[in-house]
Each structure stands twice: as C-alpha cells, then as structure tokens.
C-alpha cells in the first residue's frame, strides 16, 4: 500500500514552539491547569456589555457587574459571527470603535436562535474571555481528552515516533501539541510489528484531536502505517478508523460512550490479534472480478461509484489482491480521503472497518 496522510505534517510544520510539549504528562498538566482556571457562564447576549479595555484590548463583562475579560482573537470572532457583525471590518478599527459596532450589534439581535450563549472564561493572572458558543454546545474539555490517554498509555511502548533530529530538537521532533483553543496527540508503538502478507511491515499509531473552544471537533483516529517521515508524513497507511464528534448538546455522552472505549480497546488489542485478522481478510475473496466485487459492496450498502472507486483504488494502490476483503477495505479507505466533508468521510471509514468484523 502507498495511501499516505500529511495530516501529522500540517501539525509539525505550522505549530510555534510555545504549542510543542515534549511529553504526554507536560501536555496534560498544561490543558489541565486552564481547566482548573475556566468557568462557563450562561448568559442572554444582550445583556453582554463590549467594552474596550485599558490595555488597549475589547473586553467582554455583563450588566450585572461581572467582567469577563478581554476577548481572545478567537473569542472576538465567535461573537462577532453571533451578532452578525463583520468581524474582519472590526478588527481594522480603533479599539473604542470596535466596541461600539460590536456592542450595537449584539443589543439589536432579533434571531432567537441567536440571543443566548455560553461565554467561557478563563482566570490565570489576566482574565480572558476565551469563547462565546451557542447555548447547546456540548462542550467536551481538552483535559478529558489527554487525561483518558494519560490514564490507559503504557509510556514504555507508545512514544512520539522517531526522528533523526530528535535527540538535537526535540521540540520539533514531538507530535503533542496544544494552543490555547486545541489540542493534538500523535503517538505510535514502533516496538512490535505486524506482519502484512505481500507487504510491508506495520506498526500501529493513533492521533486525537478537540477544542474546548468551538474551533473544531474532538475526533480519534486509529491506524497501521509503514513509517512516519522526519517530516512526519505518515506512509503506507492502512486499517484506518476515525471517530469525529461535534460539540453538539450530545457530544459529551457521546464522547463517553463511543470514544473512550475505541481508545481502550484499541490501546490494549494484542498486534498478533490484528495480524490473524488482516491475514484472514486478506485470504477471503468477495468476488472474482471487479463487477462482482462492486455488486457485493452495493449489497453492504454502498454505492455504485463509491464501489467501483474503491476497487480502482485498490488496485492502484499496489493491494496485493483488490478482490479480498483486505483489498475492499483498503480501497474503501482509500477513496474515502478523497471526500472533502468530515462527516461523510468519517462514515464510509466507520463502515469501511466494519466490514473487517466479517473475520474477526
């Protein structure tokens, strides 16, 4: 297989190092301390009052007397979207003018879907107001999300994947990341292979991904690759699972129910276990020509086009035979990356591994 994925590599090339953390537990006690520091404040937007700061910043309070905290870069254009206001146009006025517009913007709001939110604080010797989201955002916080791989990671065998330059930089060799609206895991076990028939040798990684913040979903991925690159490209990828969640009012359950188990399994599955399962499913055929394969897919549910792409992926691909299980699954996969919307993505994947059941 040659499907690659440069997402740990537009990661690696655009994070400053303030952004780089050169092991899980640092990572942790960071995204951990802002979550001691955060409150969330239901609030009627209209009763928010936008006001400039002396320091030169727009900061955020409420009629009551509380004061929020100067709006982050983020903060601002989340309530700016909210108010219907033209956030880029605002950001090239005077502090005081900005305030203004924004705060007319908000008191004149007549979208009901729009007038309350939840405004998130945080207090760590300058008070910020680092989101305004809608009052059904699930919120699922940064800090779960590090502290449930902190609490099932055997340190010993899941690393930061080797680079040449580690030992000199290690900042730019880490792949944990976190800003102060996300945060980014990349973590793969180079200590046991798994051995592919007909090809190269496999090793398992996964990455996780969310923002407490309302600047992306939380989302988990797992995978087989060949090797991650010292520009943290990851090749040969195959097997790959993705679970992305929206911060909708559900999203923390969801968060509980689905994710955290994937993660579990998926960090405690034996790698003898996943290569008697990729054997299996490289040894049953599901047609014996493309027509035959494309017409058991659209059996499973997929469609026409889809099918037919997934075989002409795999084989492609270099799959050593597109017609077994292996091969459809890959090919799947594979044409998957090629569909720019999330969810839909994330849903051929979802059915894609499943089929894998079929020999597990």
């Not at 601002?76 to 005077?94: E, K, N």
């Amino acid at each position: 297989m040659t499907q690659n994925s440069t997402i740990l590599n537009q990661q690696w090339s655009s994070r400053p190092n303030d952004q780089r953390f050169l092991t899980l537990a640092d990572l942790h006690a960071s995204v951990q301390a802002r979550r001691q520091t955060s409150r969330v404040h239901d609030v009627a937007l209209e009763h928010l009052r936008v006001q400039p700061t002396e320091s030169g910043e727009i900061g955020l309070g409420a009629v009551t007397g509380e004061n929020y905290g100067a709006l982050t870069h983020w903060a601002f254009g989340q309530l700016a979207a909210r108010a219907h206001a033209p956030a880029g146009y605002l950001r090239t006025l005077p502090p005081e003018l900005a305030a203004i517009n924004l705060q007319w913007s908000v008191e004149h709001l007549t979208d009901d879907d729009t007038k309350d939110g939840k405004v998130l604080t945080r207090a760590n010797g300058h008070d910020l107001t680092a989101a305004v989201t809608s009052p059904t955002y699930g919120r699922i916080w940064d800090s779960d999300v590090v502290g449930a791989i902190v609490a099932r990671i055997d340190g010993n065998v899941w690393k930061v994947p080797s680079a040449s330059y580690a030992a000199a930089d290690p900042l730019r060799a880490t792949t944990l990341y976190a800003s102060d609206r996300d945060v980014f895991v990349f973590l793969v076990n180079e200590s046991a292979q798994i051995e592919v028939p007909g090809e190269a040798p496999k090793f398992r990684g996964f990455y996780a991904y969310n923002s407490e913040t309302g600047n992306g979903k939380f989302g988990i991925a797992t995978f087989l690759y060949d090797h991650v690159c010292d520009n943290r490209i990851i090749w040969g990828l195959a097997g790959f699972k993705e679970i992305a969640i929206r911060h909708t009012s559900g999203a923390p359950m969801r968060y509980l129910a689905e994710a955290v188990p994937q993660l579990r399994g998926y960090l405690e599955a034996s790698p003898v276990g996943e290569a008697t399962v990729i054997k299996a499913a490289q040894d049953r055929e599901m047609g014996k020509d493309r027509a035959s394969v494309v017409d058991w897919l659209r059996t499973r549910g997929f469609s026409q086009s889809l099918a037919g792409r997934a075989y002409d992926t795999a084989e492609k691909e270099g799959v050593r035979n597109p017609r077994s299980l292996w091969g459809v699954v890959s090919g799947l996969t594979g044409a998957a990356r090629e569909i720019k919307h999330t969810d839909d993505r994330v849903d051929i994947e979802r059915k894609a591994s499943a089929l894998l059941d079929l020999v597990a």
